[in-house]
């Protein structure tokens, strides 16, 4: 267990975001945590994974504590499938290459998301027409007042588009701890319709694709299309790609005839808000040190020295014009702290 005071979290958010924590406490293993909650029980606590999915606006007062508990570890298995358990501090894109090493498929389309394993559930993370929730069994949560330790099923996870129960109901009550998946051993099921996968491996030249060329794929074209954070600020899609009716879809449709889309029901069409975004002509936009990346417009950006309440103000820009030319409300992906 490391304690720090008055901690710069530039190292622990993607954004790289240089706030302050008046205390961070990084704990690696479940008896350090026990300790930490036991000891803070009357005090407000924030908790922080891999620091991918937020945008810190202000210094935290709140006790930080940093899960880096670590540990992979195979808990059945069957001919067809292993059920592999991941600890919560374990690097996600790290454990994807894990599950490759042994010849798991599943995981292989969601490559290269930042963040750690711990967090995945909450935002029901999903890439390339794959969602967490698609290999998802369980998660074993600490309740931080109760110090009860539980287990939740995909079905008590209530996962949505980008969206669990512990973004709701749940959101600040349970850490989780460690989360279980079902991969397969064989018989894998490739996904390479989605986006441009396809012609990402037939540019190398691959005429039967195996779940390490996917990745291989993914991996390629989210680096063409997205900044890594160790070099340039980003969390990643900052805005979810937004749900729409049918018939507000079919209206938009006669005004921009090339707009993408994807039917997710029978009444509900999905539209890529990076899409939006570049027709309102804010690819590459610039304010100070915060932007919109220029390859990837559903991207923001820290160019260096941009606070969380600049690249706020970005966003509330992007919304703003989004709103205006298009009448569709973009709402962040990322938790504004």
């Known amino acids: 267990m490391k304690i720090s005071q008055n901690a710069s979290l530039k190292a622990y958010n993607t954004f790289g975001i240089d ?4 205390t961070l406490i990084s704990v690696k293993s479940l008896d350090e945590l026990i300790t930490v909650l036991k000891n803070n029980y009357a005090k407000d606590l924030f908790i922080l994974g891999g620091g991918s999915n937020m945008l810190l606006t202000k210094n935290i007062e709140e006790t930080v504590v940093h899960i880096d508990i670590k540990g992979i570890e195979v808990v059945e298995e069957t001919e067809e499938f292993v059920f ?7 690097n996600w894109h790290e454990f994807v290459l894990h599950t490759l090493d042994n010849n798991w498929g599943g995981l292989e389309n969601l490559s290269l998301i930042p963040g750690n394993v711990g967090t995945s559930p909450i935002q029901n993370i999903g890439a390339y027409g794959v969602e967490l929730k698609d290999h998802f069994v369980s998660c074993n949560a600490i309740n931080i007042q109760t110090l009860e330790i539980v287990n939740f099923t995909a079905e008590d996870c209530e996962f949505d588009y980008r969206n669990s129960v512990f973004k709701n ?67 990643g899609s900052f805005f979810k790609n937004p749900v729409i009716k049918t018939t507000e879809f079919d209206i938009l449709k006669k005004q921009f005839p090339d707009i993408p889309n994807y039917q997710v029901g029978e009444d509900s069409i999905k539209i890529p808000a990076g899409w939006l975004i570049d027709q309102a002509g804010l690819k590459g936009y610039r304010e100070g040190d915060a932007g919109v990346h220029k390859n990837q417009a559903l991207v923001l950006v820290n160019y260096g020295r941009a606070t969380g309440e600049e690249i ?21 992906e990322v938790n504004i702290i």
């Open 84 to 90: 592999v358990k991941s600890n919560a501090g374990e």
């Open 312 to 332: 706020l103000e970005l966003s509330r820009k992007v919304q703003k014009e989004i709103l205006s030319k298009f009448k569709i409300h973009l709402e962040p």
């Open 19 to 22: 706030i302050k924590a008046k």
């Open 169 to 235: 109901k749940l959101k600040g009550k349970y850490i989780i701890i460690s989360v279980i998946f079902r991969l397969t051993k064989v018989n894998h099921k490739l996904l390479t319709n989605y986006g441009s996968i396809n012609e990402a491996i037939i540019e190398m030249g691959i005429a039967k694709p195996e779940i390490r060329d996917i990745s291989n794929a993914v991996i390629q074209i989210r680096q063409q299309k997205l900044p890594n954070p160790k070099e340039l600020g980003n969390s």
